[in-house]
């Protein structure tokens, strides 16, 4: 499991040559080969298979808010930590939308877009996905709230994009599976 993103906001912040660098040594430290989604990797650090895991904090917050025992008894047993405070701060995954040129119905799509940037839509999205709001005057919900202030990473979006297929090989050469 990887994160092309992730990749590329460390090709684009510390260059290609210590990305892959920082892939393979997080691959070398391995604890076990990685398996399943984000959720299973805050398990098997909860079950004491490994110290650390890479995941995505909407996904501690859904244990974290379970209705299960077990979910909650597992968020309990791990914490977070937001890399790169003294650096360039915590890469934060993206979601984006966007117009097509000959779209037929742009002034619905433009309404549309202004409504998904709307105070309303980014609580809604943010209180039932548990991921940080887009726009940072809206507060997310308790629980994502209670893991703290971090400094996020100011990457320009497009180089997510322009690095992708340089992340995909520095993982592969990593050995990262």
């Not at 025992?69 to 790169?84: H, M, S, T, W």
């Not at 979601?95 to 742009?106: E, F, K, T, V």
């Not at 799509?109 to 209180?127: R, W």
Request: some cysteine; charged content about 20%; overall charge positive.
């Amino acid at each position: 499991m990887y994160n092309l993103s992730l990749m590329s906001s460390m090709i684009a912040g510390v260059g290609p040559v210590k990305a892959e660098q920082w892939a393979a040594g997080v691959v070398a430290n391995f604890a076990r080969s990685p398996k399943g989604g984000d959720t299973d990797q805050i398990k098997a650090v909860a079950a004491g298979e490994c110290q650390l895991a890479v995941a995505n904090t909407y996904y501690y917050v859904r244990l974290l808010k379970s209705g299960k025992p077990e979910d909650r008894a597992v968020a309990e047993k791990v914490g977070v930590i937001f890399p790169n405070q003294s650096g360039r701060g915590t890469h934060v995954n993206i979601s984006g939308a966007g117009i097509l040129r000959n779209a037929p119905h742009r002034e619905a799509a433009i309404s549309f877009l202004e409504y998904l940037a709307s105070d309303a839509a980014q609580a809604y999205f943010a209180n039932g996905n548990n991921e940080y709001p887009a726009v940072g005057k809206v507060r997310g919900n308790p629980e994502l709230a209670a893991l703290g202030e971090f400094r996020k990473d100011s990457i320009n979006v497009t180089l997510l994009g322009k690095n992708q297929a340089a992340a995909q090989q520095a993982y592969d050469r990593a050995g990262w599976k």
